[in-house]
């Protein structure tokens, strides 16, 4: 016959064990959305380098084209602030605010998403 002792013992091994594997998963969780959010940072970086010096060749070009050493640069400050009024007028838009919010929950938590298909 079995001891209750031992009963006990055995609940509380697979208590543990299945505490042990909980922890686990969320390490792998945070550590995947970690590594995600690093990613997402360096290209976030790239691109802005991207853009100063697309916008410097640009401003240059432009430069060239109307021959006046300020022109350029001023013609490519008024589309970036165009860009920008565009976005403050839009930034209440509730669509646009639904698309970026899934667009980065699609991206930082493709992992889980990628476990809960198998």
């Known amino acids: 016959m079995l001891k209750i002792g031992e009963i006990v013992q055995t609940i509380k091994g ?24 690093i990613l997402l940072i360096i290209i976030g970086s790239m691109l802005l ?3 100063l010096f697309l916008s410097l060749s640009l401003a240059f070009f432009l430069s060239q084209v109307t021959k006046s050493p ?13 860009v920008v009024l565009v976005l403050f007028l839009s930034r209440d838009s509730l ?6 919010s899934a667009v980065l929950k699609d991206f930082i938590f493709q992992i889980k998403n990628n476990k809960e298909d198998e």
């Open 14 to 37: 697979i208590i543990e064990t299945r505490i042990g594997l909980v922890k686990q998963e969320i390490q792998d969780e945070f550590v995947g959305i970690l590594s995600r959010l």
């Open 49 to 51: 380098l991207v853009f």
């Open 70 to 82: 300020y022109l350029g640069f001023l013609i490519v400050a008024l589309m970036y602030f165009l």
């Open 95 to 100: 669509k646009i605010q639904e698309k970026l």
